[in-house]
């Protein structure tokens, strides 16, 4: 029950960040629209049942996900002018969708039987996913190769998800720490412009003016 | 047997219709060609049976499909100059695919006892997932999130389809009626250069010259 | 056991090469190196056990292979600066990654009881898949569509490993004879810059600057 509801949750907020992408590549229609919203809410748990071997994908076959997903898509469609003033909001959202997608990734993965260090990477692929597949089909580099810290906050968040099941100590108040710490880390990130460090980087902070909350033109 | 027959001829169209897009992108060889008509043409079916938890995919572990799809990438490769001359055959072989596989989309859909509102989504992506996975590769922004009609003559054909099974009327002149609905919503939205309602759009019948039955040169 | 060993030294030649991919697209930060030395490293075999049906793919939920490619990804972002100096060192590794995955691949098709043809198919698309998925998401090309002989010396790997495999003489000398094979074919194209004949071609052997292994500045 709780993994469903930071999973409805999770993709409410996806749906709301892949519509408004959606929105910003001009030519395209509702069609577009919807099928960002869809792509990048679905779009990490998809992934992740099929690296775990849990077909057909649970956020799929339950409509529930799938429901969410549109509803996001098209309240955007009808409000995406007034959204478009509410970048902070915008942001807040992508960044709590990310955190629940890490721990219920990882959790996932490891109801599966999925190994520890490879339930830690389903919990980032879970979070990362729907946007990476988002920015392909628009074709846009897609924000985690080089932007912001986005894949480290979800790399800490399914981590402490995994270390606390293994430790026994897994419930609501942990799968919320994790959430919280995914969640702080990623906004702190995007507050100071931070970034992972790169090869061709003097120094670790430069700023990068295509994240996904900041694209807006 | 007719859900064969119809995959078959799907699977013909849609191999065409990929390794005649791949002549034009400049750059490819003949492997280019037969790689973008086996993903066009089986692509969508793949993409439907992972969803459906269908593996292994019956487009793939069906000789005959990879047969049909790598016949005609290689009647593509040998006779495109002549090909080029009959766009509107084109036009027709790929509205053809799309009617075709978003009725034998769904009802495999409905055969693995996936939900009624997901099986007429998985319809539609496998009238559209070959197509968008051959624009990804060739690095075009892919043509159902824009252009014309085109998924919604799919959620057209797939949704008749899902009724009539679940009406118990699904048979050879549902699944014919289903198919044609959809040709000619697809046709009619192709001759009058239709498109779905878009959010930068004033009006919905702005021309687009990206089909990809119009993108020869 | 000797498919574990080749399929590991495969996984760490084509880690090396999707990190040193990395390197080349100028803003990626170290999760972006590591993503792409995974990609590139595991994709292949990922999309060829989701092909197979073979669930949860063997390259992810076996530990060994994800800590392959995370080393290959390391070690590159590391020493990156040095490796740019042994252009045809990484040429060789490709190479290697190409055959070993071309071998391994068709073998694991009829584990599964893929048939022949599709068994060789599985083979090319183990060797060529995780590269595919590097260049669509870094936005480029996929190689195996336009340059040099990259698909067809995978075919002529897999092709032989499945024609002994069925003729009943498959083992060590004959899955060291396919990846020499393959090999062998694979470096002559590309030390003569032979390319597979396309429709735009006066002839067959038009030199391209694009490959993985010489995209270096």
């Known amino acids: 029950m709780l993994h469903l509801v930071l999973d409805l949750l999770g993709t409410f907020a ?99 039987h999925i190994g520890a260090p490879q339930a830690v990477l389903l919990g980032v692929v879970t979070g990362v996913g729907g946007g990476t597949l988002r920015d392909v089909l628009v074709l846009r580099l897609p924000t985690v190769l080089y932007a912001d810290l986005y894949a480290i906050p979800a790399l800490l968040g399914a981590g402490i998800t995994v270390a606390c099941e293994r430790g026994g100590v897994y419930g609501v108040p942990a799968a919320l720490g994790a959430a919280v710490a995914c969640f702080t880390l990623r906004m702190i990130g995007d507050h100071y412009r931070l970034n992972a460090p790169g090869p061709h980087r003097a120094d670790g902070t430069t700023g990068s003016d295509d994240s996904p909350s900041d694209a807006a033109p």
Chains 1, 2, 3 share one sequence.
Do not use: C
């Open 14 to 112: 996806f749906a709301l960040n892949g519509a408004l992408t959606a929105t910003r590549v001009a030519r395209l229609d509702i069609v577009g629209v919807l099928t960002l919203a869809m792509v990048t809410a679905l779009g990490g748990g998809v992934l992740r049942d099929v690296l775990a071997g849990a077909l057909p994908p649970a956020t799929f076959s339950d409509w529930r996900y799938l429901a969410v997903a549109v509803a996001g898509g098209m309240v955007t469609f009808l409000l995406w002018r007034h959204l478009e003033r509410y970048r902070t909001l915008i942001t807040v959202f992508d960044a709590a969708g990310l955190s629940l997608f890490a721990v219920t990734g990882a959790t996932t993965a490891l109801e599966y």
